[in-house]
């Protein structure tokens, strides 16, 4: 089967056609645009190396400290060798594969602008790499997402010269192995080309990407799992009413408000008299909270979109206006910042959905307790809420800001780093915390409509809940939960309403 192409290109990246290329199997090629960009700006290069004695920051001198260190001529390839291979220094878990194809997706594109003097031939077999699922092995620590993700970066580019490993059709191998064994040998990188490809917030970016896409999909899990909480706990419709949200305008809060209030509509249970006079917050408040995270992700996937659409190496090269310029755009800052707001605002969407968790096994508004029917012979959804609140608690660890921490390094030519990769391996686990969440509350919401039957929700919750029975069944004795959670988050992974 042909599959589809896409074209990298000058033109604006939005974040739904990385999704789509990212999910749909994609091929990619270089426009005729980037290919001009990409050639004129090497052709420049070559042309300026040629015809001047210009110092130029880690074209002919070394990097970080050392960059008052002349490269004479006949090494200018071997610095660049030298470069990859000294900043593989990368440790601790692999990046997942999910990730490693964002990282060289966008590096792909960055350099696609023609501002990094890359040559044509190292752009089309990162691109051939892409096409084939050739996946470099890229550690997650290492980078300080300063001069850009060092570490990270190097161990992605080494399979381009024949070095580190990758895995490819399954298996784990050699670069040099899987060269030879798609007929191509290594690439001897010209001048400027190390720094380019090691230059840049790839790692990051990717990482926030991932976690954008994620989070479009888990803000929406959140909202529908809220509302079948809300109607299971026979709750009041009165704190999303139209008139409190438009008194306190905020987008995400109208716009949470408008969802529950849509969905719920048809709901007899939400139609039906109440007796207690309020909700408890982790009901009532659900339009602040999901909304204010509403928000913040929306902020987020701001940023993501102009880091994705960026050139962050360094030094940028201006072939149309006669310019190389040194200068910080590696520096992670930006997206550090933004990884950090987004982990903290998807925590609290799985902080309060734990706490609603906890009031639908309270016993109370005619529940029974740990919704079972024999409460005490059986534990019922007892230790979920355990579960759940370990949970919980974790990503709350794990939002302990990176970005407010630097440490100084390269005898201090680099004296402020973003530790935006830390940022971003730490919210990888926050978005995957959350989705196991908001799995275990909508088993407890399931499980707690099951007892007010005969007494119906709304018609889309009902016909969402007879999808989730078929695979994991009314609790009526206690069997092996965990079981249950690994389906209901299987269950969850393709929500959509």
Not at 91 to 111: H, W, Y
Not at 180 to 196: D, H, V, W, Y
Not at 317 to 327: C, K, Q, R, T
């Amino acid at each position: 089967m042909k599959l589809p192409i896409h074209k990298i290109s000058p033109n604006y990246l939005k974040l739904e056609t990385v999704e789509k290329i990212i999910q749909g199997s994609y091929q990619l090629t270089l426009s005729a645009a980037s290919k001009k960009r990409i050639l004129d700006c090497r052709k420049y290069l070559d042309k300026k190396l040629k015809n001047s004695d210009e110092l130029i920051y880690g074209i002919n001198t070394g990097f970080g400290s050392l960059c008052n260190v002349e490269i004479e001529g006949d090494d200018l390839e071997q610095l660049q060798t030298n470069l990859v291979m000294s900043h593989a220094c990368g440790t601790g878990d692999e990046v997942p594969a999910e990730v490693l194809r964002l990282i060289l997706l966008l590096k792909i594109q960055s350099l696609s602008y023609g501002h990094s003097a890359i040559s044509l031939e190292v752009v089309e077999r990162l691109i051939h790499f892409y096409n084939e699922d050739v996946l470099p092995v890229v550690y997650q620590q290492g980078s300080l997402g300063a001069s850009g993700d060092l570490a990270p970066l190097a161990h992605l580019s080494l399979p381009l010269i024949g070095l580190g490993e990758v895995n490819w059709k399954g298996k784990r191998m050699k670069g040099a192995t899987a060269l030879k064994k798609m007929g191509l040998k290594p690439i001897r990188l010209q001048s400027k080309e190390g720094l380019a490809l090691l230059n840049g917030t790839q790692f990051s970016t990717a990482y926030a990407t991932w976690a954008m896409i994620q989070s479009r999909r888990l803000l929406q899990l959140a909202n529908f799992t809220a509302a079948v909480s809300i109607d299971a706990f026979d709750c009041r419709m009165s704190p999303y009413d139209e008139r409190i949200h438009k008194a306190r305008p905020h987008q995400g809060q109208l716009a949470t408000a408008k969802f529950i209030r849509k969905i719920l509509a048809t709901s007899p249970i939400a139609k039906s008299k109440k007796t207690s006079v309020q909700d408890p917050y982790a009901f009532r408040c659900v339009p602040q909270v999901h909304g204010a995270s509403h928000d913040a992700i929306h902020y987020v996937e701001n940023v993501v979109l102009t880091e994705m659409n960026s050139v962050t190496d360094n030094p940028n090269i201006f072939a149309d206006s006669d310019g190389i310029i040194s200068g910080g755009n590696f520096h992670a800052q930006p997206i550090a910042l933004a990884l950090d707001f987004l982990a903290i605002a998807l925590s609290e969407l799985g902080s309060i959905s734990e706490r609603r968790l906890y009031q639908l096994i309270s016993g109370q508004r005619g529940l029974p307790a740990f919704l079972t029917e024999h409460p005490g012979l059986q534990s019922g959804l007892m230790i979920a809420q355990y579960t759940a609140a370990s949970i919980a608690s974790q990503n709350k660890q794990l939002c302990t800001p990176a970005s407010v921490d630097s440490i100084v390094s390269c005898n201090g030519q680099e004296d402020h780093v973003s530790m935006a990769a830390n940022a971003a391996t730490k919210l990888y686990k926050v978005v995957e915390n959350l989705e196991r969440l908001l799995a275990i509350e909508l088993m407890a919401g399931a499980q707690a409509m099951h007892f007010r039957r005969p007494q119906r929700s709304s018609k889309k919750i009902e016909i969402i809940l007879a999808k989730y029975r078929k695979v994991v069944p009314v609790l009526l004795e206690d069997r092996v939960l965990s079981e249950d959670i690994h389906a209901t988050i299987e269950f969850v992974k393709s929500f959509k309403i």
